[in-house]
């Protein structure tokens, strides 16, 4: 017989934190959503144990981050505490203090890209990410992740942070990107030359309601988990493709929500976006915690006779043809001719404009990606923006480089301590 799992829920609403005061990113969010917990006894429940985050650390945030000017310029406490929250529900997992966590945690973090500038998508830290790269740093560069990202947008910042990285699966599933912020999050967005396949979108149609998400998950992701065989998984689990959400055009319930991570079975669920605060978020989230204690969801519904719309044909439609396209290129990633997607090499080089919506800043990058036969290759990358319009050079080592990687690294390093035009030179090296 199967052991009774144990949940932890590490709670943080960011009282004092607000990009404004009637932001829909705002800790009613998470009051309203307690409130309701504790309506229907779960915090008296056996099977939940609530827990306290903590503040995360200079070292934890620079492993992943690249923040520009610096840390003090860009971060709060509470992006300390959500981003450490996140990390103890992780060490709560592996420590076998509990069987699952729930990180519910305010500000959100799946938009924060590699780089910081400022805010975008209401994000400034990437919490998943940073959580990942300390359980790496815990457990080992072997340790095998996949992260399921079920955020009605697109988890850009996530995809950004883990692009060339072949120790993290990275699964989205979103709105189309024709239709909604950010605008990314297409099925050719395959992950760089060191990881390529491994950054797997699923765009579905506006409309999409349990039907689609389902099938979606059940059709392409299972079967891609099951194949890959990670040692965790984690949940990035936006709440914003419910029917009721004032910022999106999804038609997802909250018992469809608790189907999902009932048939996910994710270790670790960190919350991301969601803004039907009275309607939804109460809802799917006592849902989430049924589903994650092994309890019955079967009676969690949307108050007030809330029905959620049937789902079309036509988007049925779609969403099969979705499902079949992404899983032939999960089946197909190893056969794919990687000079023809990378060039000949020795590097393959990316440029990109990052629009930061929240904070209104633009950022250019030039990035240059070592193709190494040993390693997923170091990087360099050039970056500016109309908040620091100083030139920033970052050199990014991998988890596990080769000799032959840190030493080009190295010896690009001292070249660029001789670029009078850099105001600044940072080297990142994740352990």
Not at 18 to 26: L, M, Q, T, V
């Amino acid at each position: 017989m199967a052991q009774e799992p144990v949940v932890g829920l590490v709670f943080f609403p960011a009282f004092d934190w607000a990009i404004s005061p009637d932001h829909p990113e705002r800790q009613e969010r998470l009051l309203y959503t307690r409130d309701q917990i504790q309506e229907e006894g779960l915090f008296d429940h056996p099977r939940i144990r609530e827990f306290r985050p903590r503040l995360a650390e200079d070292r934890e945030i620079l492993r992943t981050h690249v923040v520009l000017p610096s840390l003090e310029r860009n971060i709060t406490e509470s992006h300390r505490i959500a981003a450490g929250g996140t990390i103890v529900a992780a060490d709560l997992v592996v420590d076998g203090t509990v069987d699952r966590a729930f990180a519910l945690l305010r500000p959100p973090g799946h938009h924060a890209n590699r780089f910081v500038h400022g805010a975008r998508g209401f994000c400034v830290l990437n919490n998943e990410a940073i959580m990942v790269d300390h359980l790496r740093h815990r457990l080992g560069a072997d340790l095998r992740v996949a992260i399921v990202d079920t955020d009605a947008h697109h988890a850009d910042g996530t995809q950004d942070v883990f692009y060339n990285d072949p120790g993290v699966l990275h699964i989205s599933l979103h709105q189309d990107g024709r239709t909604l912020y950010p605008g990314t999050g297409f099925t050719f967005e395959r992950g760089g030359p060191g990881a390529f396949g491994q950054t797997v979108n699923i765009p579905l149609p506006p409309g999409t309601g349990d039907e689609g998400m389902l099938m979606a998950l059940e059709e392409v992701v299972l079967p891609i988990l099951e194949d890959w065989r990670p040692d965790l998984v984690i949940n990035a689990a936006g709440q914003d493709n419910h029917f009721s959400d004032p910022i999106t055009n999804m038609g997802f319930s909250a018992q469809g929500y608790a189907k999902l991570t009932d048939l996910l079975q994710p270790d670790i669920v960190v919350l991301e976006g969601g803004y039907s605060i009275e309607s939804a978020l109460p809802y799917i989230n006592v849902g989430l915690l049924l589903a994650l204690a092994g309890l019955d969801y079967s009676q969690v519904e949307e108050p007030g006779g809330l029905r959620r719309p049937i789902q079309s044909r036509a988007i049925t439609k779609q969403v099969e043809e979705t499902c079949r396209e992404v899983l032939q290129l999960w089946k197909t990633r190893e056969q794919a001719d990687l000079k023809s997607e990378f060039g000949p090499g020795p590097f393959y080089e990316r440029r990109r404009q990052i629009y930061y919506d929240t904070d209104n800043i633009y950022e250019s990058q030039q990035e240059y990606i070592r193709l190494c036969p040993s390693c997923p290759g170091w990087r360099v990358v050039y970056t500016t923006s109309t908040r620091n319009q100083e030139p920033v050079a970052a050199l990014l080592l991998p988890w596990q480089p080769c000799a032959s990687c840190r030493g080009e690294a190295e010896e690009q390093r001292e070249k660029l301590q001789g670029d009078k035009r850099l105001t600044q030179i940072i080297w990142q090296e994740p352990a």
